[in-house]
Each structure stands twice: as structure tokens, then as C-alpha cells.
């Protein structure tokens, strides 16, 4: 399969049109229970920008989608297929919480912490990686079900490795070990910085460097690119072992944040919505972080739709599940074979 884009005016128009039917389809399903639509986006937006706190939400929510947008946009660069995020970022809680309750309140903790992470989702992106590379496997099923494998090594962590008073979550890693606070407020992280600096210098990698001139080489036309000296094989392998190193940094940075544990609903779906964003974003790095705010928004914005106007929460993934196919309807998304 292959993830095409087109040229930027022509998307702007397709995606100004996928808006335009989007908000008409869900003012009418709205309508029709019930509710005003106007209140109901006015609600969402309301949720987001209210108060301090809605905004920080918004960011910590984007700087983990920017991560798991990442996770599968890069192996899309390559025409390769990661649907395993949610698994690697829950690889990646794994190892963070291991290393920093292990080591304790020590200086090099955070750090190794945040490493455990990284090497966490990478080798468990790897296992698809290069049995692809090497058997031929497809990465998309053997993605897919390590996600459920994931969770249940997840689920044996917190109930029986490193069990709080209530068998639900970890215990708490210690609070001088985790993530430096920039906005009290908002309860935003130093986690932000983070991604702003690994998502530059994915963008770097992917389109100014030899080795992602490769990746993308591959993804357009893997006969020319190994006329060219470019290996599908190594590009497999690294596509998905930097996939795995963004998914398992997202899942660093969540036990590192504010509760400092690691519990069952951690990931709250960002692998599966780690897609949706690289959707959005038309398989290019630079639209990532905006269509993670976007995703973030949403999200965020739909905590007050049940209290505002008794909307159901999962009214906004209603909503992004409509924008994804009218984006697909009008061509904003094309996906082929070949």
C-alpha cells in the first residue's frame, strides 16, 4: 500500500471542501439528537481554551500525538505500514518505570529512564521490522497483534511486578525524577521540549538527509531506488526502529509526567490515533504537530460536550472519524497498492 500526497493548493482546496462537508454531516446528526450544533461547537471550544488547565491538556496531549504521528509516519515514508504504536508506547512505559522505580532518586535516573523508554518501543517495533525485512512478514498484522501482547505485559507489570496500594497503577515513581514543570497552570512538562527537538530533527532526517532521501526513494519506486544502491531491507529496519524510538519516548514521557505511574489506560488510544494524525498530516513530517493539536483539541474539547449539551464523549472521535473519511472522500488522503 502507498500513501500519496498532492501538490499544496490543490490539498488546500480538497481539505477546505472535506471541512465544509464534515461540519455539514455533523450538524445534521447533531440536530438530530436533539441538540443545537452551534452549542455544541461552541462547547468544544469552550473545553479547550477555557481555562489554563484545558490548554495545558491540549499541549501534553499534542506532544504525545506529535510522537505517535511520527511513530507511523516515518515506516510510511517507506511504504511500510506500523499499526503496533500503541504496543511500543506501552513497550516504552515498561521500560521507563522499570529503570527510574529500580533506580530510585539518583541523578542519572531521569535520563536512563527516558533511554529505557526509547529502547523499549524500539525493539519491540524491531520484531515486525525484521521479520518483514528478512521473511517477508506482513509488518501491518504482526504490528497489530503485538499491540495486544504489549498490554497484557503492561497489565503483568502493574499487577504483580511493581503494584501500588490499589493494584491498578504502579507505584509512583519519585517526584524528583520526573519531567521538570514549565506551566504550573496548564501542567505542562518539559516534555514538550523534547518532542519540539525530535520532531526537527525527524523533519531533518526525512528530507534533507541521504538516508531519508532513501526512505522516501523506496516508498515512490523501490526498483529504482535499489538501482540507485538504496536497500528496502535496511529501510525497513531503520523505518520501524525509528518509529518504535517515537512511540517508546511518548510512553517515557507519560510515566514521567504528572502521575508518575504507569497504569492500564496510559495510552488512552494514541497509537490508534498516532495514525489518524499521520493521516492528516498527508505524509509529511512538517503538518504533523498541527494535525496533532487538531486531534489534541478535539479530544480535549469533547470532555465538555456530555456537561454543556449531553453529547456522548465519543463524539469526538465522531468527529475525527468523519473528517478522516471525507479527507479520504475528496482525495486529501489517496491510498493505493502498488
Do not use: H
Not at 462547547?43 to 510522537?67: C, D, E, K, R, S
Not at 523508554?117 to 524500539?122: K, L
Not at 499521520?278 to 474539547?301: C, E, K, N, S, Y
Amino acid at each position: 500500500m502507498k500513501l500519496l500526497s498532492t501538490s499544496p493548493a490543490i490539498r488546500l482546496r480538497r481539505v477546505a471542501v472535506a471541512v465544509a462537508i464534515t461540519v455539514a454531516v455533523l450538524a445534521v446528526v447533531i440536530a438530530a439528537m436533539g441538540v443545537n450544533p452551534a452549542a455544541a461547537g461552541a462547547a468544544i471550544w469552550q473545553g479547550v481554551v477555557g481555562t489554563p488547565f484545558t490548554i495545558g491538556q491540549t499541549i501534553g496531549i499534542a506532544a504525545v500525538l506529535v510522537l505517535m504521528g511520527l511513530a507511523m509516519l516515518i515506516p510510511f515514508s517507506a511504504r511500510l505500514f506500523n499499526v503496533g504504536g500503541e504496543g511500543q508506547l506501552f513497550m516504552g512505559a515498561i521500560g521507563t518505570v522499570s529503570v527510574a522505580l529500580g533506580l530510585g532518586d539518583t541523578p542519572v535516573t531521569l535520563p536512563l529512564s527516558i533511554l529505557a523508554g526509547v529502547v523499549g518501543g524500539t525493539v519491540w517495533a524491531l520484531i515486525p521490522g525484521l521479520l518483514r525485512a528478512f521473511l517477508g512478514a506482513s509488518e501491518m498484522i504482526v504490528s497489530l497483534l503485538l499491540n495486544f501482547v504489549a498490554a497484557l505485559a503492561a497489565a503483568y507489570v502493574i499487577g504483580t511486578v511493581f503494584p501500588d496500594a490499589t493494584g491498578q497503577a504502579t507505584q509512583s515513581v519519585a517526584r524528583t525524577v520526573r519531567l521538570p514543570v514549565l506551566w504550573a497552570a496548564g501542567g505542562v512538562n518539559a516534555g514538550i521540549l523534547i518532542v519540539i527537538v525530535v520532531a526537527v530533527a525527524v523533519w531533518v532526517l526525512i528530507t534533507r538527509t541521504r538516508t531519508g532521501f532513501g526512505i522516501r526513494a523506496i516508498g515512490l519506486n523501490p526498483q529504482a531506488s535499489i538501482l540507485a544502491g538504496f536497500s528496502p531491507r535496511s529501510a525497513t529496519i531503520t523505518t520501524f526502529a525509528l518509529g518504535g524510538a517515537c512511540a517508546g519516548l511518548a510512553g517515557a514521557l507519560l510515566v514521567l509526567g504528572t502521575s508518575g505511574q504507569l497504569n492500564q489506560g496510559i495510552s488512552s488510544g494514541y497509537g490508534f490515533l498516532g495514525v489518524v494524525v499521520a493521516l492528516l498530516a498527508g505524509a509529511r513530517v512538517a503538518w504533523v504537530p498541527l494535525a496533532a493539536v487538531f486531534i489534541a483539541a478535539l479530544t480535549v474539547g469533547s470532555n465538555r460536550l456530555q456537561l454543556a449539551v449531553g453529547l456522548p464523549f465519543s463524539m469526538g472521535i465522531v468527529v475525527v472519524g468523519v473528517l478522516v473519511l471525507t479527507l479520504l472522500a475528496t482525495r486529501v488522503i489517496t491510498i493505493r497498492r502498488g
